[in-house]
């Protein structure tokens, strides 16, 4: 198995560079995975179909980002309805436990808010695309949850699902690199930057590079048995963690940070004695690996990430507002949802809204506020599902040590990136996973 994992692994950093110096392969890699995973989907036995169907979903959400750098695929919007499309075939074959039940309502809140848009006097022409843009997140949530549901998997399956979304990652922190070999020379201040990020956004980037380095400290504590796989865990912990700080895009950074933090803690709870001792020194090791990562960003960028991560600005002077103008945004939103508290303004309608009123055609990135004034109360309701059903699952259900990580990262992502990518989505449906200790044992006469 361990050779089989590094076989691929190998090939994905291949990969990575293969579609920089050749583009056009994006789409032979987009059609070919779906290809792939569509075709296990259906050819697996029916009781492995969940799992092939979380395998296809993790590996579709972790090579968004390549996808959209070398603009491969149908469309921009190409990942979200993969996963849903995914999670629906899931379904099918499955169906959906009855403790899903709430994000049918959730799904359904989410239809008024449609008609508000289309019937509104000044809708835009454009009005029926930002729908499908601000609905395509939201219901791909509803759908994963509903599939992922009491899914059981076991930790076997559960390391062969961390692999799966290691495996993209791998190719694009390696696209990352061969596009921009030298950090050093594309820093001319501390805003976010798009060189470093691999011409992409920093934001989105930062989130998955983030995922990245978390995925792979999981494998660290949690899987990897043999010196050569935890030296290469190690190896791309500080790869990720050096990348993803230099996009200086803070939100991935600091979400990746407090998801370890939980897992490790959560981690350590069920472990007995022995096995803490080891976990210390495992710890010191991935400390130092980390320590090293951030003193070369610092060295890289010749103090600026520090001032960055200080709010301050190039001239160590502090900025006032360290949230880079989205509080203003955020209340704008709150605004508009006292304004129109019963249904909101419409799918879409907010940004449309800001820019008449303001000329400010800026994002809010925050998922909480939008949902509040484009549903109104209906969406205040939708959120409430979407934040307190796998708090009740958890009272009930305790096997999955991941669950506060993908929780997290969910609520964080949303707050500072929205639901632009299927990150979040699909890590919050993996939340609600059951995991089984191992295998079941066959007893014969």
């Known amino acids: 198995m361990n050779s089989h994992y590094l076989k691929i692994l190998g090939l994905h950093i291949l990969l990575g560079v293969i579609i920089y110096f050749s583009k056009a392969l994006g789409d032979v890699y987009f059609y070919g995975v779906v290809g792939y995973f569509i075709y ?18 993790v590996y579709i959400l972790s090579a968004e980002v390549l996808f959209r750098m070398t603009n491969s695929g149908l469309f921009y919007e190409s990942s979200k309805y993969l996963v849903i499309l995914f999670s629906v075939l899931g379904l099918f074959y499955k169906g959906f436990s009855y403790k899903a039940t709430p994000y049918v309502l959730y799904i359904l809140l989410l239809i008024p808010g449609i008609y508000v848009s289309l019937y509104a006097l000044d809708v835009s022409p454009d009005i029926r695309k930002a729908i499908a843009f601000n609905l395509s997140g939201p219901v791909c949530i509803g759908i994963a949850a509903l599939f992922c549901m009491r899914v059981i998997v076991t930790n076997k ?35 976010s930057n798009f060189v470093t990020s691999g011409g ?8 998955v590079l983030g995922l990245g380095a978390f995925f792979m400290a999981v494998k660290y504590f949690k899987y990897s048995k043999t010196p ?23 939100g991935g950074v600091l979400t990746a940070i407090i998801m370890i933090v939980c897992f490790l803690f959560f981690q350590y709870r069920f472990m007995d004695k022995q096995k803490r001792s080891q976990m210390f020194l495992s710890g010191f090791l991935f400390l130092g690996v980390i320590a090293v ?34 509080v203003y945004l955020l209340k704008k939103e709150l605004n508009e949802f006292i304004e129109n508290p019963f249904l909101g303004v ?9 820019f008449q009123e303001t000329g400010i055609r800026a994002a809010s990135h925050n998922e909480v506020s939008r949902i509040i004034s484009e549903h109104g109360l209906l969406g205040v309701l939708a959120f409430s599902i979407l934040l307190l059903v796998p708090l009740v699952f958890r009272i009930t ?20 990136s929205a639901m632009r990518i299927a990150a979040p989505a699909f890590i919050y449906a993996l939340s609600l996973l059951h995991i089984k200790d191992e295998e079941p044992v066959i007893h014969r006469q």
């Open 228 to 250: 050569v796989l935890r030296y290469i865990d190690l190896a791309f912990i500080m790869l990720f963690s050096f990348r993803a700080v230099v996009t200086f895009s803070r």
């Open 157 to 191: 399956q559960l390391e062969q699902i961390l692999n799966f979304a290691v495996y993209p990652l791998v190719s694009t922190v390696v696209y990352i690199i061969v596009f921009n070999p030298d950090v050093s020379g594309a820093i001319r201040g501390t805003g």
């Open 200 to 207: 992409f956004g920093p934001n989105q980037v930062s989130t």
């Open 293 to 326: 990562a951030w003193v070369y960003s610092s060295i890289q960028t010749r103090g600026l990430i520090d001032k960055r991560y200080a709010n301050e600005n190039a001239r160590g002077v502090q900025k006032v507002d360290i949230t880079t103008g989205r």
């Open 397 to 416: 259900d305790r096997s999955n040590v991941l669950f506060y990580s993908f929780y997290i990262f969910w609520f964080l992502t949303i707050n500072h």
């Open 346 to 354: 419409g799918v879409g309608r907010i940004k449309d809204i800001r």
């Open 40 to 57: 296990r989907i259906i050819a697996v036995h029916h009781d492995d179909k969940p799992f092939e169907v979380i395998k296809a979903c």
